[in-house]
């Protein structure tokens, strides 16, 4: 300590107060500057994500015995999760209907997002507020809102039946997986426009100019041009969606039946009323490394793709 | 088809952008395989124009004639034009490659020949072998070839060429002008440039129109534009020009005798209607075409003392500034320098003599 002490003052041209110097090291340092910025989001993630997780993933090595945890390590639930088919199906059918709910939703949402990054020329933000306006009321509102308009008795199937077109109420509105996708669609459509609107706004126009006079007529030239890249976006919102829904239980158990019921339906119910807390973990865990793996591939399967095409 | 001096053709275009007049009443032609440029300051409709031709922009009223075919029916993407951007629009998710083959994608052309055609391009604008890179790869100047070479692998009719040298430096843009003029000539693909740089229009183009306010002020070859301008307008944006207000005495002979202000009695050829007897015109003199002298020379050319107030060392040639009795502002005087002409009378303050030879006169209308 000493010994150092003598060789950077020796450096120094003149002597500095540790504080001085330490504050030089992070005028000199973007990394630490990064983090300093970071530390309050860093210190909120570490309290309320990392250790419940870490909690989490130690409980599901436990097993349940009663109202007590054994706590020798075992891989059962794991294996359970596997072997049992209501888990897969239930995993399986929950990553179908994210799925679909995000491709639905994308496909929904990029001619919104199109039209106001290449339509609307004033008061955008407006535009951009307005789509926003489903947030306004609580996610379990609008899930109810849903609930009375697709209902047996519901304002589409009164409103067919009214105009004739009908005899007996369409039974697949709701409680089916139908409804969980519709109404999740409804829920998340703002967070896929937002990031596809990004990066339809963020294409320079005589890009699209000089598809035009390079012989594109606008379907030609949507699909050389602005799709490719506006890719970042609709990737982006595709995993925006996807990720979330697939753990959503509110809605598969609201709307969905006993048809729509997805595997966070379980979960829920394995820290309810089953009370087995280490099974229940474990399933949690099995459902974030399966959608991290869909993730990561769509992503690096989307990227090929873009290669390709260029 | 149409002769050739008409392959293209404005008859009557304007351009309104609400209540702004952006391009008044033009009608002119361009020939085939020539290069036009469209000469004039920012705002003054050029751009429009080009836009026009690409058919980005539809004309309020008139019709664009290419190749005898009016336009106005025609979508930009079936013109027989092709354009090079101002900020190049290369296509960042493709590499140059595909960029140069985009335009070719759906023109029922075999795979080898496109890629024929695509190596020929790069070899053509000077970048074998660039065919893997992306834009975020190139330099400007390899960006604005890359551009150049897209368009021109379409084989238009006539190229746009949107101020493609305006974002090179100094140096690479006079190579690329050199470069540019040989590609035209060894192509013939006529091309219509824009460009607020009128060195550039001067040192590219086989004619010039000069453009301000949405109207064309005089179209004519470089040589012409600068020795026989139309207009003070015209004369004062090409190179340099010197005015001075005259009044014309007398006409005779294809001569006018004219009181200039400072200059005192005048004669200056006169072939223009406007110069007659009694009229206020502009007398118009090149920088260049003065000369600057300690004693009054002997040869019988027109000549004014002045007072040198400063000059300015532009290494090829002096820059003298001379303020000359009666006239508000000096006049610019530039001087060859050889090396040999080391004048020590030319110093600051100094009174000498400021000639001129009479047919360097140019006769303008007071506007």
Redesign the interface.
């Given at each position: 300590m000493n010994e150092t002490t003598i060789e950077v003052s020796a450096l120094a041209p003149s002597p500095k107060s540790w504080g001085r110097r330490l504050y030089a090291w992070y005028l000199r340092s973007d990394a630490l500057k990064g983090f300093t910025l970071l530390s309050p989001t860093l210190l909120v993630m570490g309290l309320t994500m990392l250790i419940p997780f870490g909690i989490m993933v130690t409980i599901s090595f436990w097993a349940q015995i009663g109202f007590e945890f054994d706590t020798t390590f075992t891989l059962a639930n794991y294996g359970e999760g596997v072997e049992q088919p209501l888990y897969r199906a239930l995993l399986l059918r929950s990553l179908a209907i994210s799925g679909t709910c995000a491709v639905v939703t994308v496909l929904v949402s990029y001619p919104m997002a199109y039209y106001v990054a290449f339509h609307v020329h004033k008061h955008k933000m407006t535009w951009i507020i307005l789509m926003t306006v489903p947030f306004f009321t609580s996610y379990l509102l609008r899930v109810f809102a849903w609930k009375v308009i697709l209902g047996y008795n519901g304002v589409i199937n009164s409103g067919l039946k009214g105009l004739g077109l009908i005899e007996e109420p369409l039974a697949f509105l709701l409680y089916s997986p139908t409804a969980v996708v519709i109404t999740l669609a409804h829920a998340w459509a703002a967070f896929a426009i937002l990031p596809i609107y990004i990066s339809l706004e963020k294409i320079?126009r005589?890009?699209l100019?000089?598809?035009?006079?390079?012989?594109?007529?606008p379907v030609?030239?949507f699909l050389?041009?602005t799709l490719?890249?506006s890719m970042p976006g609709v990737i982006a919102a595709t995993l925006m969606i996807f990720i979330p829904t697939v753990g959503d239980y509110v809605t598969p158990a609201l709307v969905g039946g006993p048809d729509g019921i997805m595997i966070a339906n379980l979960i829920q119910a394995q820290f309810g009323l089953v009370n087995n807390w280490p099974m229940g973990a474990a399933l949690a865990i099995d459902m974030m490394v399966v959608v991290a793996v869909i993730s990561l591939l769509y992503i690096w399967l989307t990227r090929k793709i873009?290669e390709k095409?260029? | 088809m149409t002769s050739n001096n008409d392959f293209v053709s404005l008859t009557d275009v304007s351009k309104h952008f609400g209540s702004v007049v952006a391009v008044d009443h033009l009608s002119f032609t361009i020939s085939r395989g020539e290069f036009f440029s469209l000469l004039g300051p920012s705002g003054c409709g050029k751009t429009t124009l080009l836009r026009m031709l690409?058919g980005?922009e539809s004309p309020t009223t008139g019709e664009i004639y290419i190749d005898g075919a009016p336009m106005s029916e025609v979508?930009?993407?079936?013109r027989p034009?092709?354009?090079v951007?101002?900020?190049y629009?290369i296509?960042?998710?493709?590499?140059v490659r595909?960029n140069l083959a985009?335009?070719l994608?759906?023109?029922k052309i075999e795979k080898a020949e496109v890629g024929r055609r695509v190596e020929e391009a790069l070899e053509m604008v000077k970048l074998p072998g660039f065919g893997n890179r992306r834009s975020n790869e190139l330099s400007g100047g390899e960006r604005q070839r890359v551009a150049l070479a897209?368009?021109l692998i379409?084989r238009p009719k006539v190229l746009l060429l949107d101020e493609p040298l305006g974002a090179l430096d100094k140096k690479l843009r006079e190579e690329m002008q050199l470069e540019l003029r040989a590609l035209q000539e060894s192509v013939g693909i006529t091309f219509i440039f824009v460009t607020h740089d009128q060195e550039e229009a001067l040192t590219l183009s086989t004619r010039i129109a000069v453009m301000t306010r949405g109207k064309a002020l005089q179209v004519a070859s470089p040589k012409d534009l600068y020795n026989h301008p139309v207009s003070v307008e015209v004369a004062d944006f090409i190179g340099q020009m010197n005015f001075v207000e005259a009044q014309v005495m007398d006409v005779r002979n294809g001569e006018a005798v004219l009181d200039a202000t400072g200059l005192g009695k005048i004669t200056a050829p006169a072939s223009s209607d406007f110069v007659q007897k009694g009229a206020n015109i502009i007398v118009a003199i090149r920088p260049e075409k003065l000369i600057l002298s300690a004693e009054r020379r002997s040869d019988g050319l027109g000549a004014v003392q002045c007072t040198i107030k400063t000059s300015a060392y532009l290494g090829d040639r002096d820059h003298f500034y001379v303020s000359v009795d009666g006239c508000e502002k000096p006049f610019a005087v530039a001087i060859a320098e050889t090396g040999a002409n080391s004048d020590q009378s030319l110093d600051r303050q100094s009174i000498v003599w400021l000639s001129w030879a009479d047919e360097s006169l140019i006769l303008l209308p007071r506007d």
């Open positions: 320079d005589s890009l100019e000089a598809a035009t006079d390079l012989g594109d007529g030609k030239r050389g041009v490719p890249l873009t095409i260029a | 690409a980005f979508p930009p993407h079936h034009t092709n354009m951007f101002q900020n629009a296509f960042p998710h493709l590499n595909a985009y335009g994608r759906y023109d897209r368009a379409k």
